[in-house]
Every structure is written in C-alpha cells, then in structure tokens.
C-alpha cells in the first residue's frame, strides 16, 4: 500500500495518472493532516485556499484508511462531480479497489408506487402534467438508478416531481407494493455495501436529525465522515435540527387523500370533505401575509387576531381530519401512512405555534403561493458536539472559506468544535501578480440612491474594458433586475440575467458567448468554476451583511446582546467576511488565470472594521482607480 506522501510528489502515483499534475506542499500537508484525523479517530477543520488541490487531499487518506467514509459536499452538482470525475481519477491512481457509492435524498429518486398512483387516472392530472408523466413514464422504462436528475427535458421545478417522487411523510416503506423494486432503497443497498458514500450536506443532516428520533437511518455508520465545502454547514444544520411546516405539505396531504377518495376510498366522502378543509384553511392562512415573498417573526404574527383565528380553524380542521382517518384505518397502507402524517403535522403545529420557548427562533416565509413556518435553534453547538463524540470516528470539515481575519473561532464555536485541530493553507497562486483588488474612488454611501447610477457606470467600464467576460455579483435580486434592465440597452454584450433560467444553463450560454456577462445574486458567489480567460473581471455591489430584517439573524443577535457581547462583531462581520470570500474566490481558479476584483462599497476603506475584510481576502494589488483597472484588463487577451 503506498504512503500517503509518495502520492502527490512529482513523480508519485498522481504525476503518472495525470498528465501535467504539478506538486503542491499544501496538498502533501493537508493530505497528511486527514490522515492524521482518521487514524487518530479525532476532528480537523482545514482552510485549503483555491487551488490547494483538497479534493485529492482527502480523497487520497479516505481510500487507503480502512472501515467505511462518507464524504458531504455542498450541493448535488458538487456531489456528481466528486463521485463521477475526482474520485475515479484517484481510484485509478492508487489502483484502489474500494467500493464506491452515490447517495442522494429521496426526493432525488423515481417512486414507482407515485407513479403509478397519479400515472393510471387522467382525470386526476393537471394538464399541463399529463405531458411530463408520458415523459417520466418512457424514461422509467429505461432508466437504471431512478434518479430524476436525468430527466434533463424537464425544468427543475416541474410540477409531476412531487407526483412521481416520495418524502419521508408518504412513503410506505417495506409496506410498499413496490418495494422491492424501489430505486432508493437499491441506492440504499448499495450504500451499505460501499466502502467510501458520496452524499451532500442536506441529505447527511436529513439523516441525523432520523436518527435522532430514533425512527431510521438513511446514511450508513462510518468510520470517517469528510466535509467539503463545511462553510455552510452550520445554517444547514440549524434547518434539520428545528421544526418546520408549510401550507404546500398541508395542500399535498389533501391532494393525496383527494386520490385515494377518488381511487380506492369512493365511499369515504367525509374523508375528502375534511381534508378539503384543511386544504382551504392553510390557503386562507397564507392570504394574511403580503403577496410578495418575505420573511417575518411568526411569534409576533401569532399575536395578531386575525392570525390566531385561521391558527385555530386549522388546528381543527387537523383535528377532525385525524378522527374520521381513524375510522378507515386498515382499509388502505396509503391511508394508514397519511394517518401517521396528520398525527405529526398536528404535534408540528402545536410547536410552532408555542410562543414561550427558549433558545430558538420562531420565523415564517412566504413563496409567491405558500406560507412556510420554521422553528430553528438559536445554536447547535451543543447538540453536534454530543453527536461527534458518540461514536470515535474522524471527522474533517474543510472549505477555502473558513477563517475569520485568520481565526477558526468563529466556526468552532458555531459547530461546538472547540477542541478540533486546525489548518490553514495559503493559495499557492500569486495573487499580487495574478489580480488587482480595487475599491473604486468617490462612491456614494451603499444604501443611498444614487449608488444605482454609480454602480451601472462601473459595470459598463469594466464590460468594454473586459469585452463582457465578467462576472457582476448582488447581494440583492432588487439591484441585480434594476443594473440589468439599465444594461440591457447601455452595451451590446450577451446579458445573461440570474432568475431567467436555470443555473447550469446561464453557464453554459456563458462558457458558450466570449463576450457574454452574468449577472448574478447568492446562487452564483459560490460553486461556480469558470477557469482561463473566460472570466477575468468580478465587480462585487457592496459587502454581503445579512439583512438586518432577517428574523432568525435578529433572534441570534438579541441571544448576544443577552450575554453581553457584541451581535455585531459576533455574528454579522464574519458571516460576511466569508460570503465575500466566496464570492472573490470566483476569480482566480487557476495558476495561469488573470484578472480584477471590484468591491463598489466604501465601507471597505473608511470603517474600522474594513482591516478584517481585507486580511480576508487573497493579497492582491490594490487600487482605487478605475483607470488603471482598465488598463490592466485590456492586457489580457
């Protein structure tokens, strides 16, 4: 078995797989340092800067370690670029035989049972869906895993998914008729047998907060459990670990009854009276609120009568919908399963309705069409240290954005990491060669009106000096559609506009248009690679502070000011501080890459706390003048 050291040398094991593989010291020493946490069973927090090479890092340890290792990365595009292009490549390079395995929620996989439910009767199908189920149809004939990622004709919000795919709520489990042939439970199986499990965050943090209630497990035990992309796993575990209920889980839960009335229950008429009612009463509660998508304080809405009424008249409709379920139990598993839903929606609401807890967050947001409702803990610190301490096990948690003017403290005390070993590795491109950093002169205060006109100017240099090749970044979709309305007739380049499509396919008709520019909010300040000339210039709108408006920031900051520190300070700088990390990081993704950061807000040279951005941040040049900004971009070909 070759050590983990003669794998990254110039002429190890990688060299010889890889055409070109150059050496990188901070690879060799944070591949050791994983080693190091998975012998000794113990946790390690790694700041790999871009370009380290981390992917291989820790790939390389988890496939010589022995026993089983998960790996969560951030998103499911990350996941299927792990699982099907990094680690075949290191598989190869060590001539590793170790079972390999990708892992995604349920929500990801075909359920046949659904399918089949919504599939058979015309007359209960949209008509607009009836067109996706003939396609989902043909595809399930063919397909060999289930995933309905593969479903590439239809949008990712297509209205037959939740048709043909099951959550933890409505599926039957063992008592399905289709069970044996279930495409999660193939994925499961799989899991179970693999050696190394590819899963992503979401999906880790669903199964932990099973396991906590005791009811299941999705993810097998591990004997190493790998991070990537670890900044965002504190606000993703804060979801799994509260409570949550919206008014679309309320209008499915009708919907499915609607079908079984409709399919196997015809005699049960009271059963689809009383789940209409609570169908109409979710959607009576989400009339209360502003048409317009926002967050709030729903302990503070609970104080309104109006509120408090359809509260009520939802509670009983809950409740009388329980009791005549219970009439018809043993008729049908569906109905048997939806019994088991209505009890946990009815204990849901009772929790989310409960003004006088402590130490979390009562908070709701609104789509266009729902309401949802969340209750989230203020901290998770202790309950995840409880859980890494369990089972012995290693643990690493790596990102190229984890540091705070080059301090962990402030994820450590998030995640309950205190007694975790720590790494930080520089970037192995010279940036001061590579990039300018320019916070242009002269600009107006962020929130005044007149940054509108400022930053619509700044975009148009940067656009004709770079030839489109750009990046522009928000921090709100308000500023983003009002830069892209005025760009729209101000340059001749391809604007490609956050919001119009998906994601994947705005980079592709960016990879596609040389002269293109994308103009993008959060979605795009991370996990987004665009390598060489195609991206040379990011112009940033000003630092990513968290709304202020933002009710579960506001409960965390009171829960500071009531130990008596700083909310400020504690909370809101360094989640910016990391979001702008990201967001830089966008630039540079390669040693040969050139290019120009533009950060349009003055905060960064006339407030105290601007030393702590900055220190952040890779060391650029810096300047304030746009001129030589321009220059320098049209020196890149």
Same mark, same amino acid.
């Given at each position: ?11 190890? =094991?990688?060299?010889?797989? #890889? ?17 190091? !946490?998975?012998?000794? %069973? ?28 998960? #790996? ?36 990801? /996989? ?21 067109? %996706? ?90 004997? !190493? ?25 309320? %209008? ?46 729903? !302990?503070?809405?609970?104080?309104? %009568? ?93 990102? !190229?954005? =984890? ?51 400022? =930053? ?39 604007? =490609? ?12 008709? /960016? ?16 996990g987004v690679d665009v390598r060489g000339n195609d991206l040379i210039c990011v112009m940033i709108d000003k630092l990513p502070f968290a709304s202020p408006d933002d009710p579960l920031l506001q409960a965390r900051m009171d829960d500071v000011k009531k130990r008596g520190a700083n909310p400020f300070a504690a909370i809101q700088i360094p989640q910016a501080v990391i979001t702008l990390k990201q967001g830089a990081g ?52």
């Amino acid at each position: 078995m070759p050590s983990v050291s003669s794998i990254f040398t110039a002429d190890g =094991l990688l060299a010889q797989a #890889i055409p070109g593989f150059m050496p990188r010291a901070a690879q060799t020493d944070m591949a050791l340092a994983v080693k190091s !946490a998975l012998d000794d %069973q113990h946790s390690l927090i790694v700041e790999a800067g871009t370009g380290t090479g981390k992917t291989f890092a820790y790939l390389g340890p988890a496939l010589l370690a022995e026993g089983k290792a998960i #790996i969560s990365t951030g998103t499911k595009n990350l996941q299927e670029q792990l699982y099907h292009r990094d680690l075949p490549v290191m598989k190869k390079a060590l001539g590793s035989r170790r079972k390999t395995a990708l892992l995604k929620g349920r929500a990801n /996989y075909l359920c046949l049972h659904r399918m089949s439910q919504h599939g058979g009767n015309s007359v209960l199908v949209e008509k607009e869906v009836l067109g %996706q189920l003939s396609t989902v149809r043909s595809w399930a004939e063919t397909t060999k895993t289930g995933d309905v990622g593969e479903l590439k004709t239809l949008p990712e919000d297509a209205k037959v998914l939740p048709l043909i795919t099951s959550t933890v709520d409505n599926c039957l489990g063992r008592d399905c008729p289709a069970y044996e042939d279930c495409y999660l439970v193939k994925a499961r199986r799989k899991a179970l047998e693999a050696d190394i499990i590819v899963v992503n965050h979401h999906l880790f943090f669903a199964d932990m907060a099973l396991k906590d209630t005791g009811f299941g497990e999705l993810i097998p035990e591990a004997d !190493a459990i790998i991070f990537d992309e670890a900044h965002q796993i504190p606000d993703i575990a804060s979801d799994y670990f509260g409570e949550s209920l919206s008014t679309r889980q309320l %209008q499915e839960l009708a919907k499915d009854i609607n079908v079984l009335y409709r399919t196997v229950l015809k005699d049960a008429d009271q059963l689809d009276k009383s789940a209409e009612k609570c169908r109409i009463a979710a959607a009576d509660l989400r009339l209360l609120f502003p048409e317009q998508p926002e967050k709030g304080n729903w !302990a503070e809405a609970l104080d309104r %009568q109006d509120v408090q009424t359809q509260i009520s008249r939802l509670t009983d409709g809950i409740a009388v919908l329980y009791e005549v379920i219970k009439l018809h139990l043993g008729r049908d598993k569906d109905l048997d399963n939806i019994y088991e839903r209505v009890a946990q929606t009815r204990d849901q609401l009772a929790a989310l309705c409960d003004g006088l807890q402590d130490g979390v967050s009562l908070w709701y947001e609104t789509t266009q069409r729902h309401l949802i409702l969340h209750l989230t803990p203020l901290s998770i610190a202790a309950k995840f240290r409880r859980f890494i301490n369990a089972v012995p096990r290693g643990w690493v948690f790596t990102s !190229a954005t =984890l540091t705070v003017d080059g301090g962990f403290t402030h994820f450590q005390k998030r995640m309950g990491l205190d007694d975790a070993r720590t790494l930080e590795l520089e970037s192995p491109f010279d940036y001061r060669e590579q990039a300018i950093l320019c916070v242009p002169r002269y600009l107006p205060e962020p929130n005044s009106f007149s940054m509108k006109d400022t =930053l619509f100017e700044t975009a148009k240099r940067l656009i004709a000096a770079s030839k489109g090749r750009c990046f522009l970044l928000f921090t709100s979709h308000a500023m983003l559609r009002e830069i892209a309305k005025r760009l729209e007739f101000a340059v001749d380049n391809t604007l =490609l506009v956050q919001g119009t499509t998906t994601k994947q396919a705005l980079l592709d008709a /960016y990879l596609a248009d040389e002269q293109a520019v994308l103009l993008g909010t959060g979605a795009f300040w991370e996990g987004v690679d665009v390598r060489g000339n195609d991206l040379i210039c990011v112009m940033i709108d000003k630092l990513p502070f968290a709304s202020p408006d933002d009710p579960l920031l506001q409960a965390r900051m009171d829960d500071v000011k009531k130990r008596g520190a700083n909310p400020f300070a504690a909370i809101q700088i360094p989640q910016a501080v990391i979001t702008l990390k990201q967001g830089a990081g966008r630039l540079i993704r390669d040693p040969t890459d050139k290019g120009v950061l533009v950060i349009c807000d003055n905060r960064l040279v006339t407030k105290n706390y601007a030393q702590t951005f900055i220190a952040s941040l890779p060391d650029m040049k810096r300047t304030r003048s746009l001129d030589v900004v321009e220059s320098f971009l049209k020196t890149i070909d």
